[in-house]
């Protein structure tokens, strides 16, 4: 019994072509209907079968959908929102996968007509990888997914969207979008910054090779390279519309690194150690909550 | 036909058991003799067999020994080096696997009696675990070890401890200290005290509880929280003696850092953008050398 009839997702890369793997897996609607703003990524995702049917015009995609999940660049949102808003049917489920809330609802909420629902929502999952070739059924199974809702949201339609991210194999929280904003700042956004920047750097040692910071990059440069590898500009936009959170904990991050550089200036190895030691309980607990994987390396190397 | 005869090994961690496995799985020593100084890791040691026999003192471990090899952190070199420096035989080579060189040579060299061959080295591998538990015959296959031997050294000898490092498993580079610690300083040790601050960062945050951080870390954090695990006493004597280059990539990464804080700060997107997009290539080299798994998330989501 599928939960919802038609499902529309606009932007068909890594996540948006996992819903449609996932929700197919499921069985979580009866029609799947995709668009996206690329010609060449919508031929690839048609012969990548997927979907109901690609569609190659935006509107077509949304009409008559009980359920639409934007999924493209949050930077992309609000004229897509001003697009189809005029072709919402009262009743549907519009809502996301963003990596930060608070715009979403400031940029799309202005064009929602009365009787669409609007419940921003984010999966806490993905890979390095990019395009709709990259998705696949399992990509949210054990992850969590963050509802937003909008103060007066329609319970029941929260309720229906909450059952939609556990079909789709997620644990599902609520929190509203200004502190979700600022936990993802510290898990995500501030981690890709860093990891974009100590990338930078190395690259522009004038003293070191590239070719040497990428031969001996399993002394721990690569861990930093997987997530400096994600998408450009998805990864711009959630800087654009992050701004306050990521300047907030990056403060946080500064200060702390200053603390670690005169340490390490001055000889002070009781301090280092102890901000050594303390970081391994943490490890622990997301090894145990299942979270990552508990093998050596995340199990790269064969015992 | 085994390279050495007597192989000692101080310091029965991941990497001094590590070397015992592999030693064994290449027969690249006929007597293979390991010493801890602490008790507990030497009874361990011993019901875990890798190696002939776990001496109870340090003396009688290098005593007769052909190959010496300091697996202990780098802080208690000097220490060792002074106690065993007269019980070593002329022709022996004395090495070490520390992350760092140049302290090394300093804290070493003085005590090497005439006729015995330091050469320092440095097996660019390891994983999160510590103990002798951690020990796995593989842990060096297709990684690369550094050697750095000294003005002067012994050709013969440098020749030998190359072979032995490709009975490991290991490919083999050769390189002055200094370069080698500017070189691990932006490839390795600026990774972890970045992953050990940002770790710190989230635990010290008010308003997002560890609870949250934890749940929520499939999101980029979980990345760091690997290498954030690893030994802190090792790691304290990385920091305390690789200073100057520490301090020197430090100051550039923040500079860098600046760069891109200021662009959030301004809404710079194409500055971002930019940023963004030149680091995918040093993953790709990365992943096609074979120093990393092609794999999305580090295979660690199935497909």
């Known amino acids: 019994m599928a939960q919802f009839g038609k499902l529309a997702v606009i932007g068909l890369g890594l996540i948006g072509s996992s819903i449609f793997h996932a929700a197919r897996r499921g069985q979580l609607a009866s029609d799947l209907s995709g668009f996206d703003s690329n010609d060449d990524v919508r031929l690839r995702a048609r012969a990548l079968g997927f979907a109901s049917v690609i569609e190659d015009d935006l509107i077509g995609c949304v009409t008559d959908a009980d359920l639409v999940i934007l999924c493209s660049p949050v930077g992309s949102y609000k004229q897509i929102a001003q697009e189809i808003a005029p072709h919402l049917k009262p009743g549907t489920i519009l809502s996301d996968v963003g990596s930060v809330k608070g715009a979403v609802i400031r940029d799309v909420a202005p064009f929602v007509p009365a009787g669409v629902h609007l419940i921003p929502a984010h999966p806490i999952a993905g890979t390095e990888f990019s395009g709709p070739e990259a998705g696949f059924a399992t990509l949210f199974d ?27 194999g997620s644990q599902v929280d ?29 690259h522009d040692l004038e003293a070191v090779t590239e070719g ?11 861990d930093f390279t997987r997530i400096a590898a994600s998408d450009p500009t998805m990864w711009r936009d959630i800087f654009l519309n992050n701004r306050d959170a990521v300047l907030e904990v ?35 607990a997301i090894v145990e909550i299942g979270q990552d994987s508990a093998a050596p390396n995340f199990g790269r190397d064969k015992r």
């Open 212 to 222: 040497e910071v990428i031969k001996y990059s399993a002394s721990g440069f690569r």
């Open 142 to 168: 054990g992850r969590w997914a963050i509802l937003t809702p909008p103060p007066g949201a329609d319970a029941a339609a929260v309720g229906r969207l909450r059952a939609f991210w556990q079909g789709l």
């Open 250 to 284: 990056l403060g946080r991050f500064n200060e702390d690194l200053s603390v670690l550089q005169r340490a390490v200036r001055e000889g002070n190895g009781d301090l280092l150690f102890n901000m050594f030691t303390r970081t391994r309980a943490i490890r622990r």
């Open 174 to 202: 609520v929190m509203d979008s200004s502190h979700h904003d600022l936990v993802l700042a510290i898990t995500s956004h501030l981690p890709h910054l860093i990891a974009y920047n100590i990338v930078g750097t190395a």
